[in-house]
């Protein structure tokens, strides 16, 4: 459910999260931007000082020459006489001046602007004789004042600035002297990539500039009259004095301006250029010194803040997700931890419900087998009496023969000792005393056969246990005239079993085998024994009709029988086989291809004894007790 939270919540924080870096980036390129500027504006008021300084300086070395010139008397000569010889000196005066001082040029005119001796009087361009009465420096000079002029010169159509001073004698102007400065170069030495300058005369005109293309254009358009004006004047000859395409302008502060200008004209190459802009007047000229600084530094500190503003704030958001996972694992972790527990305790709870189970079935099943083992032992007891019971008969005719002899005795006498004759009555009492005795060891192997037994596997000996079985049997085999053989040397074989367990069932097998062959011509049962790999196999083989193949299995089933009422309860070979399980042995059946049943034994040997290999006796079912 957290987790459905988190994931709703995820597009809103990453949302938040993107918000936040844009706030972050546009302060921090606004600041770096206004931070940038100030910086730019700042150096391009150190250079604009500079150059205007520099302009100033040039400027000023010239500005007193021409007052000074004008006091020469043979300047006042040039415009007084009209002798060619004086004019002459004049002009070569000019020219020395000219040369030491390093003007363009130096020249001085008569009243109405025609010039009457120049420093230039030997070259072809001389301007010995040209009208400058149109300058506006005449007719300042003219006029009673200083001159001040920027121009392009007619003949030489190099940029020029001219100082001019009228030549007075007494009150009255007679000419005027001009000292021109070349600035054809003046910009040659102004070189920074980034800056640009320009120097503009009273009407906005550049006049100087670092940029060719800008030179003669006025920086935003002049009036039409303005325009006239300047081009009667033919200060720029004819300069077309077009505007820059200035597309934008923001003033930022007293001294400075953002322009956008429109570069390479209306071409394809046509770029829109930004610059901050700062200008200074240079004293008593006219003119303006502008210093154009390219953004490019601005854009670059702005590009690289917000590149390091975007990296702080991409690692400050991997730190968040990286604290949330952390977070998420730590808690998933808890979570699984809880859950473990949950599953252990579940299954530890299940394992204590399920042993008490397995407990209370243990003990019932051990009720169970003790009532098990106790009707099993009934079960034995039980047949055993069947068996008893069937011995009944000939234990009958056993005792019969004993009973019978002791009455006689008994009868003897008594007659004896009416007759006095005491010692034979004490024979024939002593006769008596033999044949009870005889009759307590015909009936003690019953007694002892139907006593109960531990059942648990010992080493016992074979021979007492066909002995034990003998003593029940031999009267009914006798009595039947069955013969019975059994193997020599039984005195050697030991095996794993219990002797009355094992007698019970030899008696069981020899019971059987005495019903099957009642009506057998001959009746013998033939017993053989064979040992390997530590087990003893005794068989008795009889010679009466056997059992159908189908039955084979089913004479081992409880209460099987094939005998009549009253004659078999089915009991005998079941709990036969059981108590041969019991003893780790086993039971099986077969018919012999001689015919006849053969019923098999097979019993381990204890370790310690070896037993004799086969061996097989026939002898006469009489057997010493
Ligand atoms: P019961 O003797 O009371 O019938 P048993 O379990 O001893 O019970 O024997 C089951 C049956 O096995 C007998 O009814 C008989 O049909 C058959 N049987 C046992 N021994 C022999 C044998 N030696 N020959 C033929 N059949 C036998």
Redesign the pocket.
Known sequence: MQADRGRRYRPLTLLLAGVMFLLVLIQTSYFSRQQALAELQQRAEADLARYALSVQQKLDRYKDLPRLLATHSSLHEALTTRDPDRIQRTNEYLQQVNETIGAADIYLMNASGTTRAASNWYKSSSFVGLNFSFRPYFQQARAGRAGRYFALGTTSRQRGYYFSWPVMDEAQVIGVVVVKIDLHDIEQDWNDPLQDLAVTDEDGIIVISTRPEWKFHALEALAPADLKRVVDSMRYLDRPLSSLQLMRSEILNEQARLITLQEGGVSERSVRQQYLQLQRPVPETGLRVLVMARLQPVSDAVLQASILAGCACLAALLLVLFIQARWRIVRERREYVQQLQGARDALETRVAERTADLSRTNARLLDEMAQHRSTQNELIQTAKL?VLGQLAAGINHELNQPLTAIRNYADNAAAFLRLGKAPRAEVNLQEIAGLTERMAKIIHPLKEFSRQSSGQPVPTSLKEVCDGAMSIMYGRLDQQGVQLEWPEQLEQVFVLGDTLRLEQVLV??L???L??MENSPRKCIEVSLTQSDGWVQLSLH?T????ATD?LQR??EPF????EQG????????I?HRIMDNLGGRLT?ANHSEG??V?TLSLPVPRSVQGPPEQRVCQSGAHDV
């Open positions: 069947a069981n097998l019971s059987n085998a019903q099957a009889d009466g009709p056997g059992i039955d004479v081992f099987y029988t094939t005998k004659h078999g309860l089915g009991l005998g070979l079941s036969s059946a006849g049943a019923f």
